[in-house]
Nanobody, 123 residues
Framework: QVQLVESGGGLVQAGGSLRLSCALS????????MGWFRQAPGKEREFVAA????????LYADFVKGRFTISRDNAKNTVYLQMSSLKPEDTAVYYC????????????????WGQGTQVTVSS
């Protein structure tokens, strides 16, 4: 049974930083491309960033380029999302997701999902 557990969310002022973590258990982490999505109240879940199995390829949504960085540590079975220069519009529940051997910007690529962690950015 694959389990994804996110952590690191919280309340931060605009301009601040947070680092989200997501640990995968139950499968070989290095076999999975990993993604981060977010969902604000009343909105669709949207793609934020993704990283390939080796970390050699990354994808970012335009609205986070230059502010967020995705990384992974295969020895720790963990993917990270470093978020900087946060804006109130970044407020959302952030979800990590795992896709077998690939990454993409579409939710349907991803087979496993975490339960999410709340990020709130105050103005």
């Amino acid at each position: 049974q694959v389990q994804l557990v996110e952590s690191g969310g919280g309340l931060v002022q605009a301009g601040g930083s947070l680092r989200l973590s997501c640990a995968l258990s139950g499968r070989t982490f290095s076999n999975y491309g990993m993604g981060w999505f977010r969902q604000a109240p009343g909105k669709e879940r949207e793609f934020v960033a993704a990283i390939s199995t080796t970390g050699g390829r990354t994808l970012y949504a335009d609205f986070v380029k230059g502010r967020f960085t995705i990384s992974r540590d295969n020895a720790k079975n963990t993917v990270y999302l470093q978020m900087s220069s946060l804006k109130p519009e970044d407020t959302a529940v952030y979800y990590c997701a795992a896709a077998v051997l690939q990454i993409g910007v579409i939710k349907e690529f991803y087979k496993y999902w975490g339960q999410g962690t709340q990020v709130t950015v105050s103005s």
